[in-house]
């Protein structure tokens, strides 16, 4: 199950190198079912870890890639799995490196940002149901340019 998910991961890098390589039509049938995303903006390699139990704060990575000109903003998260979700990034000070909430996550233009738990990520909260490895569940993200996007996302015990 887990090779079948990143083998779908791999599918919408391809997609979007269709897209910027001018094939519009390949990658117009394909982007929105495999949540690629809409335009010049992609969500790729969505995923959570898997979590035996509910009521858990899990965070939510995944590679958003702007190939516009201009930069965006992740603005919101929502996925019915989990109660609410917030923005995060890691301080790094003189003692240990903490998370705080954000109102948002920068994507600069023409950039691809890789959310991870030492950097920029999404916190899911409270979730409502134990995510099994090898499900695929759908959120919904909110850019300030791109609009609302929905994309897959992977439960895993093993990532990359
Ligand atoms: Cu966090």
Request: hydrophobic fraction near 45%.
């Amino acid at each position: 199950m887990i090779v079948s998910a990143w083998s779908i991961g791999s599918c919408c890098r391809q997609i979007s190198i269709v897209l910027r390589s001018g094939i519009f039509a390949v990658g117009i049938g394909f982007g929105p079912a495999l949540g690629a995303g809409s335009g010049s903006l992609h969500v790729l390699d969505a995923w959570v870890p898997a979590a035996d139990a509910q009521g858990l704060d899990v965070p939510l990575l995944m590679t958003v890639e702007n190939d516009a000109n201009e930069p965006d903003v992740l603005l919101r998260v929502n996925c019915p799995f989990a109660n609410f979700a917030e923005k995060h990034t890691v301080d790094r000070g003189e003692g240990t490196p903490a998370m705080r909430a954000i109102r948002s996550i920068p994507v600069p233009a023409n950039k691809a940002v890789v959310l991870k738990p030492d950097g920029y990520h999404v916190m899911l909260l409270q979730t409502r149901q134990a995510l099994n490895d090898g499900e695929t569940l759908v959120c919904t993200i909110v850019f300030e340019k791109a609009g609302t996007l929905e994309t897959e996302v992977h439960v895993t015990r093993s990532p990359r």
